[in-house]
């Protein structure tokens, strides 16, 4: 992050400084933890099929990411917002070909 605001001369300022840093947890697994999508009442009615489409896109990259291994495992959080403003959450976690089901499971809930 640093190195992109240094590239774009964009003033940034640390948090800890180098004798206070936060710890941190790394693992050793094969395992691809994706971001919350957020899927708005208006984007699907004007276009039922974004989600699958974006699932189908992020399936595709783990495809190429976990090529050569049948460890790989993906998790990712899906917000889904009603008409009447309401929100629903989906959380998978699984191996990356199963991500396709969670468009199906949205529909199910009531996301068009």
């Not at 840093?21 to 790394?26: A, D, T, V």
């Not at 094969?30 to 899927?39: M, R, Y």
Request: glycine share 8%; proline share 5%.
């Amino acid at each position: 992050m640093r190195t992109l605001l240094k590239a774009n001369n964009i003033a940034y300022a640390e948090i800890f400084d180098e004798d206070d840093q936060p710890p941190y947890l790394q693992q050793y697994s094969f395992e691809w933890f994706g971001p919350t999508l957020f899927v708005s009442a208006g984007l699907l009615s004007q276009d039922p099929n974004v989600l699958s489409v974006a699932l189908g896109v992020i399936t595709n990259y783990l495809y190429d990411l976990f090529k050569g291994t049948n460890e790989g495992k993906a998790s990712l959080d899906v917000v889904v917002q009603h008409a009447d403003g309401s929100c629903k959450s989906v959380r998978y976690s699984g191996p990356p070909d199963g991500l396709s089901k969670v468009a199906e499971i949205v529909k199910e809930l009531g996301g068009q």
